[in-house]
């Protein structure tokens, strides 16, 4: 399996390339050449695995470099770490199945492909004898999951960049408590979206990048998109069990990467198996405004809600299902890319009756994201945080009579503020989040300068492996 960049810039390359790679060096984002498909007899082999064999199976459709047991001792140690044995469990709540993904160090979905990334970045470090340096962005999880994934590794600096006072208290702390040597938490005074300009900025200064031996951990590095596509099949094939043949999944999506995965999962699996898959935003609505008109435009400043990890005016991952509207015409999608650059604006309505056949789309509103956590409560016991409780209010609203399949992306208690407003009734923080406010910390404040983050970086990264 070789890859290729979404703008077409690139000569194929291998698996591991591209993890190293993470950003395309022509500026686009790496994906297969093809993306394989399965048929039911293979289903019917894999219908009874425990997760971690079945990532196996999936991910050696997309890597063909790294042998088996190699493999199967990354995945392992990735997962060794889960609270859960099935790692993603799934369970009913009244009619709706909710895919808990928050059962990982962090008690984020996050986890699921960032300790993965780590032990790949670390596996491929040692076999060149080489070291790097990450820079990720983070609108709540994605930061606390990367650090715990590579903290303390030899071979690996970790520079993460958060919106200042945007994230929830507990996720901050998730990340400026960690202080090994080898992490460096930067906030920055202005949006995700700052923070992620700065990222991108960075990687599209070629002398700088490889100088710095940068590495990308946002869901723009390809890895984390595959390893999130194995949750979606496990769950399906969970229901398969019973007898279900064709489900949706309802997802709350920011940055368009999770729900990618269900992209790539639905073209994966045999026809009919998946339905469509939900899109649900809060009020910081680019996606679900092109998914219902076909047209993907910012709006200006980016409102912040119940659910931060939303918050994004800019969806990264939006290339990427670009590059398959238009048909693999990676000058096309440099084209556009560069035009929604330049007027924060693609008119994309002759496609809109395709994306429609795969995607359903709502914004869900501040006030129905605090009610849905309220009656799920009332009702089922079932405390949900805001950003699951925007799938479920999607999935409700836009279900088809088909099994839905809800992302429950992260443990409530990451969100008590809000669970508290939609409930009443605090929640009862899990060990590893009541210890975080007595913890020391340390963090650095920065303007979302590339040149002031450059020199950070230039003063702290590492230069060699030793």
Known sequence: MRYISTRGGIDPISFSEAVMMGLARDGGLILPERLPAVDENTLDGWQNLAYQYLAVEILQLFIDDLDRRTLEGLVEDSYASFRHPQVTPLRQVDDLYILELFHGPTLAFKDVALLLLGNLFAHQLEQSDSFMNIIGATSGDTGSAAIHGVRGKKRIHIFILHPH??????????????????????????????????????????????????????????ARVLAQVVYYVYSFLRLRRRGTTEVDFAVPTGNFGDIFAGYVARRLLPAGCI????????????????????????????????????????????????????????????????????????????????????????????????????????????????????????????????????????????????????????????????????????????????????????????????
């Open 165 to 222: 006072n945007r994230t929830s208290p507990i996720q901050a702390l998730q990340m400026t408590t960690v202080l090994d040597d080898n992490v460096f938490n930067i906030a920055v005074r202005g949006t995700f979206d700052d923070a992620q300009a700065v990222v991108k900025t960075l990687f599209n200064d070629l002398e700088f990048r490889d100088r710095y031996r940068l590495g990308a951990i946002n869901s723009i590095n390809w």
């Open 275 to 466: 339905g469509k898959l939900i899109l649900a935003t809060n009020a910081n609505d680019i996606l679900s405004r092109f998914v219902s008109q076909g047209v993907y435009a910012t709006t200006g400043e980016v409102t912040p809600t119940w659910s931060p990890s939303m918050d994004i005016q800019i969806a990264s991952n939006f290339e990427r299902y670009l590059y398959y509207l238009r048909d693999g015409d990676g000058a096309r999608v440099r084209e556009d890319m560069e035009r929604f650059a330049a007027t924060g604006r693609l008119d994309l309505t002759d496609l809109a009756d395709r994306v429609q056949e795969e995607f359903s789309a709502v914004r869900v509103s501040e006030e129905e994201t605090l009610e849905t956590i309220g009656t799920f409560a009332r009702r089922y016991g079932y405390l949900l945080d805001p950003h699951t409780a925007v799938g479920v209010r999607a999935a409700r609203q836009l279900r088809s009579g088909r099994p839905v399949i809800c992302l429950a992306t992260a443990h409530p208690a990451k969100f008590g503020e809000a669970v508290l407003r939609a409930t009443g009734r605090e929640v009862e923080l899990p060990p590893a989040l009541a210890k975080l406010e007595a913890m020391e910390t340390r963090c650095t404040f920065l303007d979302p300068d590339p040149g002031q983050i450059k020199e950070f970086i230039r003063q702290h990264a590492l230069t060699s492996h030793d």
